[in-house]
């Protein structure tokens, strides 16, 4: 009996859910579909993974090369920083505006690594 109760309990919240978001407006609106809520959850978690794992990548490049990268958002010559714009996915046409916004807060980035690959993901697409 506590079954059957259960049962018709979860397919009358599964029809007044079908019928409240047939009523939900198609114009812009701050609150979403609540039937692609686990498709929203579902993708989050999948963007966050590839960020994450991109992130980490770069993380790792400027620990292992941070006084290159320094030198090289300085003016030396070098491939290292092309290699930190390739990871961190940086457009080709963007790279000669990201690299002047680098030297302009060059010694914020000498003195914190973090700092820099914050500065490298924000560019990143």
Not at 53 to 73: D, N, P, S, W, Y
Not at 81 to 90: E, G, H
Request: hydrophobic share 45%; with cysteine.
């Amino acid at each position: 009996m506590k079954v059957k109760r259960d049962a018709m309990g979860i397919q009358r919240f599964v029809i007044l859910s079908l019928i409240l978001s047939a009523c939900a407006p198609q114009g812009a609106s701050h609150l979403p579909n609540p039937l692609l809520l686990p498709i929203y959850g579902t993708t989050s978690v999948l963007q966050n993974a590839s960020y994450n794992a991109r992130r980490g990548k770069v993380e790792r490049f400027v620990a292992a090369h941070h006084a290159q990268l320094i030198a090289e958002i300085g003016g030396a010559e070098g491939g290292h920083l092309a290699q930190a714009y390739t990871l961190a996915r940086i457009p080709e046409t963007e790279r000669g505006v990201v690299t002047s916004r680098l030297r302009a807060d060059l010694k914020q980035y000498r003195g914190s690594q973090e700092a820099l690959v914050v500065a490298l993901m924000v560019h990143g697409a």
